[in-house]
């Protein structure tokens, strides 16, 4: 049976609660944060993201005894779906593999530069009482933001996975792909498009370092792919290690071989780019369905807005743009984009074995317009 807003809003607030009332002083005053406010610049901290490995903002899985972790986890998995939870635990647990690829050398400046213990989580308001509420967890290629209002889930975006390494060897000649779904079936179904639907779909040869939308608050008309150097919280403490990942950001930018009026052409926009699911045929309407369960599948379903697209009316608005090869292991990007959608994934570096995939709602990421009208009905 689904669980409505409201009972997963529940879980939430009683998992939070839990976990907050194990910390200490001390630990409380790390993982707590302002009530959440529309517009309010006391919100700022809750606005910002990351899916780098950078300081996220609240207590890391490091500064709490086992028993905490536990709760912790516990409370991140009541905003996932049991899929979504395994693909992330993956995904911390890549850090350790991550770590073998780099020789076990990387530092970033901490003790540890790839490390599972590194995953921030905060809690903004008091869980589960009349005023707004929410949580974030993040750390490398993980970021989760979620906004309880009125008691129901309200926002749970933005919602960012991603792989690194994006496949690895298992034993007995099996391999390890936390994301292949969103991977596979975005180029399946590009694959399938006819010529003329493939030219339109296909804006540029050539695919970006990263997602276009970045770790941006906001996504707005014109933005551009950010220089992965500037997804970080700031810069190093160190100036060589700050001077090494801007000479690896320019390396990886001119690998691309996207020139300005190719980032011109990958820029967002409110009118979307590529070819509408209206003219797709029944098979690839099937296939895009498959594709965006990837990623508003990662939520509860009570609270997931995959149902909607369900409605041919609504499935008929998204567009599916790509950017690169279409060949399996060559760089490159997509997006789905439709009112209230906007889903990218870029796999390009690390010779095509780094992915990155995020869902964003443009108009209410971080539950922005909620808090709005919460405001304007309680607070006048």
Same mark, same amino acid.
């Given at each position: 049976? %689904? ?29 707590? =944060? ?21 300081? +996220? ?21 009541? *905003? ?9 635990? %993956? ?11 780099? *020789?076990?050398?990387?530092? /970033? ?11 921030? !989580? ?34 749970? %975006? ?11 060897? @298992?034993?007995? =000649? ?29 804006? @540029?040869?050539?695919?970006? %370092?990263?997602?276009?939308? =970045? ?7 014109? #933005? ?11 810069? /190093?403490? #160190?100036? *060589?290690?700050?001077?090494?990942? $801007? ?13 300005? #009026? ?7 926009? =409110? ?15 099937? !296939? !895009? ?8 599948? $990662? ?6 807005? @995959?149902?909607?697209? +369900? ?26 984009? *439709? ?21 964003? #709602? ?5 539950? @922005? ?5 919460? $405001?304007?009905?309680? +607070?006048?």
């Amino acid at each position: 049976m %689904t669980e409505a807003p409201r009972e997963v809003a529940d879980r939430m607030a009683e998992a939070a609660g839990a976990w907050l009332e194990s910390l200490d002083a001390e630990q409380r005053q790390v993982a707590g =944060g302002t009530t959440p406010g529309a517009d309010d610049p006391s919100d700022a901290e809750r606005l910002r993201w990351f899916y780098t490995p950078t300081d +996220h903002g609240g207590l890391t899985l490091h500064q709490q005894r086992p028993a905490q972790q536990r709760l912790a986890m516990r409370l991140v998995a009541t *905003g996932l779906s049991t899929a979504a939870y395994v693909t992330a635990a %993956t995904v911390m647990g890549l850090e350790n593999v991550l770590d073998h690829v780099e *020789g076990f050398t990387v530092t /970033f400046g901490r003790e540890r530069g790839r490390d599972p213990g590194m995953y921030y !989580l905060r809690v903004f308001g008091e869980p589960g009482g009349a005023t707004p509420w929410g949580w974030r967890f993040g750390g490398h290629h993980v970021s989760l933001n979620n906004l309880v209002v009125d008691g129901r889930v309200a926002a749970t %975006t933005p919602c960012f996975l991603g792989a690194d390494p994006a496949t690895a060897p @298992l034993l007995g =000649g099996t391999v390890l792909r936390p994301l292949a779904a969103p991977e596979d079936l975005a180029r399946e179904l590009v694959r399938s498009l006819p010529p003329e639907l493939a030219q339109r779909a296909v804006l @540029l040869p050539h695919a970006p %370092t990263d997602i276009v939308g =970045g770790n941006r608050s906001r996504v707005a008309d014109g #933005d551009e792919a950010i220089p992965l150097v500037g997804v970080w919280r700031g810069p /190093f403490p #160190d100036p *060589g290690e700050q001077d090494a990942l $801007r000479a690896g950001s320019d390396r990886a930018e001119a690998a691309t071989g996207v020139d300005r #009026d190719g980032h011109r052409a990958l820029a967002l926009t =409110g009118t979307p780019k590529g070819v509408p699911a209206a003219e797709l045929d029944a098979g690839q309407r099937e !296939l !895009l369905l498959q594709l965006l369960a990837t990623y508003l599948g $990662r939520v509860p379903d009570g609270v997931s807005p @995959l149902h909607r697209y +369900h409605d041919p009316s609504a499935l008929d608005a998204v567009h599916l743009a790509w950017a690169g090869s279409t060949a399996a292991g060559e760089p490159h990007y997509y997006r789905l984009q *439709g009112p209230r959608l906007l889903a990218e994934w870029d796999n390009t570096q690390r010779q095509v074995n780094h992915a990155h995939s995020v869902w964003r #709602d443009p108009e209410a990421d971080f539950g @922005l317009d909620v808090l709005a009208a919460h $405001r304007a009905a309680y +607070h006048r």
